[in-house]
């Protein structure tokens, strides 16, 4: 059984941060490639970072990179992704996945991913 917990979404403003965090437990803590995916209200879901444990280089969705950091402590198999000079346009809620454990890659098709949480609300307010 494979789970999947975000935590620290909420309500922030402008230009704040905020780190979300992702609990895997149960056979993802032996899967490679764990990422973000958003849905923003009345939009479809869309990615946000990916990581692979085996290439540790991390994929990013357009508009994301340079603001948004991904990571990840293997040793607790918690991703992590760190959210810097939000903007409204980010208020969403936020989804952590993981791939099958057989998979090395990354990808930013949602379909490739197996296992998903439950998603944390993120408000950014101008």
């Known amino acids: 059984q494979v789970q999947l917990v975000e935590s620290g979404g909420g309500l922030v403003q402008e230009g704040d941060s905020l780190r979300l965090s992702c609990a895997a437990s149960?056979?993802?803590?032996?899967?490679?490639?764990m990422g973000w995916f958003r849905r923003a209200p009345g939009k479809e879901r869309e990615f946000v970072a990916a990581?692979?444990?085996?290439?540790?280089?991390?994929e990013y969705g357009d508009s994301m990179e340079g603001r948004f950091t991904i990571s990840r402590d293997g040793a607790r198999s918690t991703l992590y992704l760190q959210m810097n000079s939000l903007k409204p346009e980010d208020t969403a809620v936020y989804y952590c996945?993981?791939?099958?454990?057989?998979?090395?890659?990354?990808?930013?098709?949602?379909?490739?991913?197996?296992?998903w949480g439950q998603g944390a609300q993120v408000i950014v307010s101008s």
């Open positions: 996945a993981a791939r099958s454990s057989e998979f090395s890659f990354t990808s930013e098709a949602e379909h490739d991913y197996a296992y």
């Open positions: 149960g056979r993802a803590f032996t899967g490679n490639v």
């Open positions: 990581l692979s444990r085996v290439s540790d280089y991390p």
